[in-house]
C-alpha cells in the first residue's frame, strides 16, 4: 500500500508560479512512476506529466516549457514546479504512483489561477 499527500496548492496571478509536492509512504519509492494528473470543473482528469524511478520524465503538450516535472527519492517526493501558469491551469492537481499492475492517488490539491 502507498500512501500518497499533495502540497503546494493555492492561488495564483496568471504568469506567477507554484510548486507543489507529493509525499509517498509505504513502500520503496525509487520503485514508484510518478505522474501528475489535473481535473478542471466538468472536464475529464488529464494526464500532466510522469517521472520514471530513474528519472525519465513526459509532459503533455499544453505544459511543456512551462511544467517540470521532478522527483527527490532521498525525501520520497516527487514535485510538479509550474511556471508561467495560464486561467486554463486551474484545475485539481492529483499524485498518481503506479508499481506494476497497482496504482495509488493522493487526494488532491487545488490550484486556481485568476487574471
Known amino acids: 500500500q502507498v500512501h500518497l499527500v499533495e502540497s503546494g496548492g493555492g492561488l495564483v496571478q496568471a504568469g506567477g508560479s507554484l510548486r507543489l509536492s507529493c509525499a509517498a509512504s509505504?513502500?520503496?519509492?525509487?520503485?514508484?512512476?510518478m505522474a501528475w494528473y489535473r481535473q478542471a470543473p466538468g472536464k475529464q482528469r488529464e494526464l500532466v506529466a510522469t517521472?520514471?524511478?530513474?528519472?525519465?520524465?513526459n509532459y503533455a503538450d499544453s505544459v511543456k516549457g512551462r511544467f517540470t516535472i521532478s522527483r527527490d527519492n532521498a525525501k520520497n517526493t516527487v514535485y510538479l514546479q509550474m511556471n508561467s501558469l495560464k486561467l486554463e491551469d486551474t484545475a485539481v492537481y492529483y499524485c498518481?504512483?503506479?508499481?506494476?499492475?497497482?496504482?495509488?492517488w493522493g487526494q488532491g490539491t487545488q490550484v486556481t489561477v485568476s487574471s
Open positions: 517521472i520514471t524511478g530513474a528519472g525519465t520524465t
Open positions: 498518481r504512483a503506479t508499481w506494476g499492475i497497482s496504482e495509488y
Open positions: 509505504g513502500m520503496l519509492f525509487r520503485l514508484l512512476a
